[in-house]
């Protein structure tokens, strides 16, 4: 579930060449929407792998394959660059999200009714992934730059706070929570801070083998109470 | 529980007047050992709340009140300073959870058993207390920048690993968890995962509010688990 797979999956379906609106394109506006795309992934590329102190505009103008001049035109200073990409991070988050969840729905699985036997590992294994890759790297890394980023800190603030609430919204109905019981809520809220902190304790170290224990125990735990009379 | 509070109490356990060792110490060496504490408690906080780019030996040295030349003898490279704050940030850590577990234990507290009806709750709400404060800002800061500052890496990774064993091995002491029935070795690890989460999410907004009513549930999921016969 990496950053490229997730931007060319929604860049196809933003800009396929058959459908009638896309040849009604300038050229021109097309290449210099590539450039911006390009831009941005480089951006979240960058930052997942160097941090903020060595992600500069020309670093990622180069790593895009670029002309600084190009990336100046597209993003005036830094912080333009890199809020467009937090955003960018967001999107990518979305559409990731939006696909496991069609996936999930997908050919073959149609038995597997929300809250069936299977789902819920399933889907508790593939939220957690989302936490693991690069997009949560690159995002990490604006979190803790908007920590004391002025500039950035506002922006970041509203961006997550919104993330936030589309991924619950979206692992609310991926697991077939009901919500008017309660507790179940905040059930939910805690297993997305778990796979918060699981991405964490994976920042510096391979921390596969643990975290595939903790999840499937936690998966079971969290079929328990969702399955729960309450 | 804030570093300064915690440090005072490990220093006065370490440096008491009283002590017939301390009677026989060096008053040279007494000044430069304040000094050292100072810095690493400067570095600490300038980590916590100004993150690394603008945390030098220079902002560090003027926080503490120490001139550039003591804090350059005390600690010759940034990366000196950094790499020992990590460690200062790993023992205010085992001493801020280690004086939780004596307090839990304390004077009128007697009768709640591990496992305890209340006992459960009030240990996970100061377990996640200690995520939340400017120790885990300053240690979120020196995890990312140890992602990709080689120098960092390995050292600040085998210090997490070591605070990371401890505090889990702190967390079922005072939970009174049974490693041995299956299962419960990972939930309590899922549940110190999830207080990293809530931690991180806490870095750009004041989100007690949500985080108590998270806490609460999973206090009581945690309760349910580890009183289940497996």
Not at 2 to 15: F, K, L, N, Q, S
Request: glycine share 10%; hydrophobic share 45%; charged share 30%.
């Amino acid at each position: 579930m990496g950053g490229g797979a997730a931007g060319r999956r929604h860049g196809a379906r933003r800009g396929g060449a058959m459908t009638p609106r896309a040849a009604l394109r300038d050229p021109k506006q097309d290449r210099s929407r590539a450039t911006r795309q390009r831009l941005l992934e480089a951006a979240v590329a960058c930052l997942a792998e160097h941090g903020w102190a060595r992600s500069t505009v020309a670093v990622v103008a180069e790593r895009a394959g670029v002309s600084r001049g190009a990336a100046q035109h597209h993003f005036p200073t830094r912080e333009d660059l890199f809020t467009a990409a937090v955003q960018h991070v967001a999107e990518e988050r979305s559409a990731a999200l939006r696909a496991l969840l069609s996936h999930e729905r997908g050919e073959g699985r149609e038995q597997r009714e929300p809250g069936g036997p299977g789902r819920v590992a399933e889907v508790v294994e593939a939220l957690v992934e989302l936490y693991t890759g690069p997009l949560f790297r690159a995002a990490l890394q604006l979190w803790v730059v908007a920590s004391y980023e002025e500039q950035l800190g506002a922006r970041v603030a509203a961006l997550e706070a919104r993330i936030g609430r589309e991924t619950h919204r979206m692992a609310v109905e991926a697991l077939g929570a009901d919500e008017s019981v309660p507790g179940v809520r905040e059930s939910v809220q805690g297993f997305l801070d778990m796979a918060r902190g699981l991405g964490l304790a994976n920042l510096l170290t391979d921390d596969r083998a643990r975290r595939d224990r903790v999840v499937a125990q936690w998966a079971r735990i969290l079929d328990d109470v969702l399955r729960a009379p309450s």
